[in-house]
């Protein structure tokens, strides 16, 4: 799946995989292809510059770590990403619903 088709959600999957554990950005980018069952296979140049927006926006605190020898980027969630996922997931509920709404045969 193209990565535009996920525009305007990036930012509450990235949120979504890294809920329960803090993870590196590869690592973020094999959860979403896996959570995803292959469809969101992004690329970094997509999901690394969406990192660094959220941790300018608060949703996402970063820390040097070492993950299998190399050292890495791991991200972990704010109070403020969490409830921003919850707001993302309250609007998605609502917007799918519409969109079925449209779509049912009559």
């Known amino acids: 799946m193209p990565s535009d088709?996920?525009?305007g959600r990036l930012d509450a999957?990235?949120?979504a995989v890294i809920e329960d554990e803090p993870l590196h950005g590869y690592a973020v980018i094999e959860a979403l292809r896996r959570r995803s069952s292959g469809?969101?296979?992004l690329p970094t140049g997509t999901v690394y510059p969406a990192l660094r927006r959220l941790e300018r926006a608060g949703y996402v605190h970063s820390e040097w770590t070492t993950?299998?020898?190399r050292?890495?980027?791991t991200y972990h969630l704010t109070g403020g990403g969490r409830r921003a996922l919850t707001s993302e997931r309250s609007?998605?509920?609502d917007f799918?619903?519409?969109i079925e709404g449209?779509?049912?045969p009559a």
């Open 5 to 7: 088709t996920v525009r």
């Open 13 to 15: 999957l990235i949120l």
């Open 39 to 41: 469809a969101f296979d």
């Open 67 to 69: 993950v299998g020898g």
């Open 71 to 73: 050292r890495r980027r």
């Open 91 to 93: 609007a998605w509920r």
């Open 96 to 98: 799918a619903s519409a």
């Open 102 to 104: 449209v779509l049912r």
